[in-house]
């Protein structure tokens, strides 16, 4: 019974969700045969709906600048893949175990125990880019495609489970799913072959040396995981458990390595950065970060460390201490003014001692400097509706949202900064693209035509709103029709 529920569940995640853009969904893709048992398609809705749980549990750092920083690098390396229209997404999860996770549909999992555990920027890319592999080869639809005992919904079911459970720690899910499944483990259920590792190191090691990182980085990180892994498995860091290392593994993914030019890589500015702000946010306390970072600059190899300095300055701002994080931002800024980051910190230190005024020219400076970029954005937006300025924090964000596709947070913020200016009709419309990114298509068509129904919209909003609240309705009578003919025709196995 339990497992039925959950089978339940995740189906009807699954099925929630239909692109409302793409283009000639109804027809299909003949360029695999695993697209006959998952299609594309089928990948985006399941893991759209995995990464709406994580997202809901609060599992998901949505912190602009790290959020900024994990797609950048992995957009890097992904642009390098040949796949044919793929799309990733790219997140933090808080969770201080070593490991990441690749979802259907392109969705790519770190957790921040991992980025913590790296010791350079090409060990990060190493792991991403092994992950992006497994998405552009394919090898989630590929496994259920040489599994055709089982049902495409019994094994997307399973398959979510098994991965949900897996991502946010839960071992009941895993075990659910694992008894429900009649004795198959769920390690050959969801985990990939050895060939897939093995292809997954392969096609990532290319990727990475095409973006300019340490194509090394990869075995690197593998030998350090394997050195520090215990005799016993349950010692092993969780990415060893999920992705196993061997001796021969690291040696052909250090040949591979070595088949390209050997070139000296710097680790960029934003991943000591992200490291640094990482270890402010998921410390248990400000004032623990705090003693982190103070000890590090007694030490002669980090007291020039600029992610040191970094996290130093935040932790002092965190934990109250405004004079001297206004201090210590002036200096980064003075020494670093191409960093952002460093900009929004000052800002972020002159407001929280008060200067409302320095904090808004220090903003508006940056925002000339460094146009459209998200986390400053958003930040200034953030800062912009704590004063009483919502109008202008509409029009900042409306900019930028225009040109770069936003996240939910940032879609739900816009929603809030619209509503706040009185823009009512608007909130509604961001509302529901913000439920659409969460696959919820009934909430998104409702608020759609809540917006319709306010009064004073121009004849730009009323023709905006009404396409889209079409676009919508098409997709939900095809879903409905779709799931009509799949409980005519359900079978005994699934019915029992």
Do not use: W
Request: hydrophobic share 45%; proline share 4%.
């Amino acid at each position: 019974m339990r497992f039925r529920r959950l089978v339940a569940l995740v189906c009807s995640l699954a099925t929630a969700f239909a692109p409302v853009l793409a283009a000639n969904e109804d027809l299909p893709d003949i360029g695999s045969p695993a697209d006959t048992v998952l299609s594309r398609d089928m990948e985006l809705q399941i893991g759209r709906s995995i990464y709406k749980s994580l997202r809901d549990t609060g599992k998901v750092i949505t912190d602009p600048e790290i959020q900024e920083y994990i797609q950048d690098i992995g957009q890097k390396i992904a642009a390098n893949a040949t796949d044919n229209g793929q799309r990733f997404r790219f997140f933090v999860v808080d969770d201080p175990a070593i490991n990441a996770f690749a979802l259907p549909g392109g969705f790519i999992g770190v957790h921040s125990g991992l980025l913590m555990a790296t010791a350079t920027e090409s060990e990060l890319a190493g792991v991403m880019a092994h992950e992006i592999s497994h998405v552009t080869q394919r090898h989630i639809s590929r496994a259920i495609y040489a599994n055709q005992r089982a049902s495409i919904l019994t094994m997307a079911a399973l398959l979510g489970a098994i991965l949900l459970g897996a991502a946010t720690g839960s071992g009941e899910a895993i075990q659910g799913a694992v008894a429900a499944a009649q004795g198959v483990a769920a390690q050959q259920q969801i985990n990939f072959t050895r060939s897939n590792e093995y292809e997954a190191d392969r096609v990532g090691v290319g990727l990475m040396a095409s973006a300019g990182f340490d194509p090394a980085g990869m075995a690197n990180f593998f030998e350090t995981l394997a050195r520090q892994s215990g005799p016993l498995a349950s010692q092993a860091p969780e990415f060893l458990r999920t992705h196993p290392v061997t001796v021969n593994r690291i040696a052909e993914a250090r040949e591979r390595a070595a088949q390209f030019p050997h070139q000296d890589i710097t680790d960029a500015t934003g991943y000591r950065l992200a490291r640094a702000r990482l270890r402010v946010l998921t410390s248990t306390t400000p004032e623990a970060a705090l003693r982190r970072f103070e000890s590090d600059m007694s030490d002669p190899r980090y007291v020039a460390d600029i992610g040191t300095q970094y996290g130093l300055a935040l932790a002092r701002l965190q934990t109250g201490d405004q004079a001297q994080a206004l201090e210590d931002f002036t200096s980064l800024v003075e020494g670093h003014p191409g960093v952002i980051a460093f900009h929004t910190g000052l800002a972020m230190a002159e407001m929280s001692s008060g200067d409302e005024k320095a904090a808004f020219a220090t903003y508006e400076r940056a925002m000339r400097l460094f146009p459209r970029n998200v986390p400053l954005t958003v930040r200034y937006a953030e800062a912009l509706m704590q004063h009483g300025r919502a109008r202008e924090a509409h029009k900042v964000l409306l900019d930028l949202l225009n040109i770069v596709a936003p996240t939910p947070e940032q879609v739900r913020l816009i929603a809030l900064a619209a509503s706040a200016a009185g823009d009512t009709g608007d909130a509604h419309y961001y509302m529901a693209e913000y439920h659409l990114m969460g696959g919820d298509l009934s909430l998104a068509a409702d608020e759609l035509r809540v917006a319709l129904g306010i009064p004073g919209l121009d004849s730009v909003q009323r023709a905006r709103f009404s396409s889209r609240l079409n676009e919508i309705q098409q997709v939900l009578n095809r879903l409905q029709s779709e799931k009509r003919r799949a409980q005519a025709a359900r079978s005994p196995e699934l019915d029992s």
